[in-house]
């Protein structure tokens, strides 16, 4: 039985959906077809369309996989990359570690 996850945000769906958006776009310049995109990729066409779509259901594997036969994995290394906020908070000395919190409480 799969399993349930619970609903995405609609910022997260419109994300998903340009994501899906672009990786049919860079099949399509490569002048790739389902049938072969989805061999390539090691999924059934179903699931591929799925990832085209921009489905939140679908594994990051999946989509890691579609992005991996297209020769664009290294754009994964992109995720979290820029982090402006961890930064930020990093530079306030804001964020909670072991070190920190055993430190306060001897003081």
């Known amino acids: 039985m799969p399993r349930k996850t619970a609903p995405l945000p609609p910022t997260l769906e419109d994300i998903l959906k340009t994501l899906g958006e672009n990786i049919k776009l860079a099949r399509l310049r490569r002048k790739i077809t389902t049938v072969m995109q989805a061999e390539r990729a090691g999924m059934n ?15 990051l594997g999946a989509y890691a996989s579609v992005l991996f036969s297209l020769g664009l994995e290294k754009d994964l290394l992109l995720i979290g990359q820029d982090d402006p906020l961890g930064r930020k908070l990093q530079d306030a000395d ?14």
């Open 45 to 59: 066409r179903v699931t591929l369309r799925k990832v085209e779509n921009g489905d939140g259901g679908v594994t």
């Open 94 to 107: 804001l964020t909670h570690t072991k070190e920190r919190v055993a430190k306060r409480k001897k003081l």
